[in-house]
Nanobody, 124 residues
Framework: QVQLVESGGGLVQPGGSLRLSCAASGFTLDYYAIGWFRQAPGKEREGVSCISSSNGTTYYADSVKGRFTISRDNAKNTVYLQMNSLKPEDTAVYYC?????????????????WGQGTQVTVSS
């Protein structure tokens, strides 16, 4: 069964850090670009970041550039999103998904594999 599972969300104070993980089962992540998306209540889904399958291409939304870092460990079949200097506006449910990734944008891929989401809340 093909599955993506996110973990690492939680409640953090402004300025704090979290690391999200996206673990794959039932398929090998090596061949897929992976994106992180988020959706806050009442807002549209936003593409946050992505990493390509092979050449290391990454993308970051302007809202997170310089604060978030995406990486992958193919040996562990996992993609990570390190989030530093978190702000209240980063509060959302974060999803990982197979994606089409370029330096300029991230969109979900036709494979359409999604995780169940992990809640990130930034509040004092």
């Amino acid at each position: 069964q093909v599955q993506l599972v996110e973990s690492g969300g939680g409640l953090v104070q402004p300025g704090g850090s979290l690391r999200l993980s996206c673990a794959a089962s039932g398929f090998t992540l090596d061949y897929y670009a992976i994106g992180w998306f988020r959706q806050a209540p009442g807002k549209e889904r936003e593409g946050v970041s992505c990493i390509s399958s092979s050449n290391g291409t990454t993308y970051y939304a302007d809202s997170v550039k310089g604060r978030f870092t995406i990486s992958r460990d193919n040996a562990k079949n996992t993609v990570y999103l390190q989030m530093n200097s978190l702000k209240p506006e980063d509060t959302a449910v974060y999803y990982c998904a197979t994606a089409m990734c370029s330096h300029w944008d991230v969109v979900p891929s036709r494979d359409n594999y999604w995780g169940q989401g992990t809640q990130v809340t930034v509040s004092s």
